[in-house]
């Protein structure tokens, strides 16, 4: 079992920047892969980006691509998104999820509590 824990979320105006990060224990949580994703109000999860045990793989949600960059510290085990030109529409609660790799909420099995992002036009 995976602990996940999100911090780094905040109000920042349209254009601007925040980095997320996603601290993970567990004696295995080096070796699993993790995802972002996210819920805005109404909305379902979606998911936002993905990157491999090893940080050589990663997948991105088009909406985010060019924007939003995901990277991981194994020595810290801690998974970083770092995202810029922030848009009204990324407003959402973001979730940290570790043990898959896929791009539906199914396809991970550890989950954090999540941070809240709130874009101001």
């Known amino acids: 079992q995976v602990q996940l824990v999100e911090s780094g979320g905040g109000l920042v105006q349209a254009g601007g920047s925040l980095r997320l990060s996603c601290a993970a224990s567990g004696h295995t949580a080096s070796s699993y892969n993790m995802g972002w994703f996210r819920q805005g109000p109404g909305k379902e999860r979606e998911f936002v980006a993905a990157i491999s045990w090893s940080g050589g793989s990663t997948n991105y949600a088009d909406s985010v691509k060019g924007r939003f960059t995901i990277s991981r510290d194994n020595a810290k085990i801690t998974v970083y998104l770092q995202m810029h030109m922030l848009k009204p529409e990324d407003t959402a609660l973001y979730y940290c999820?570790?043990?898959?790799?896929?791009?539906?909420?199914?396809?991970?099995?550890?989950w954090g509590q999540g941070t809240q992002v709130t874009v101001s036009s």
């Open positions: 999820a570790a043990g898959g790799w896929g791009t539906t909420r199914y396809d991970y099995t550890n």
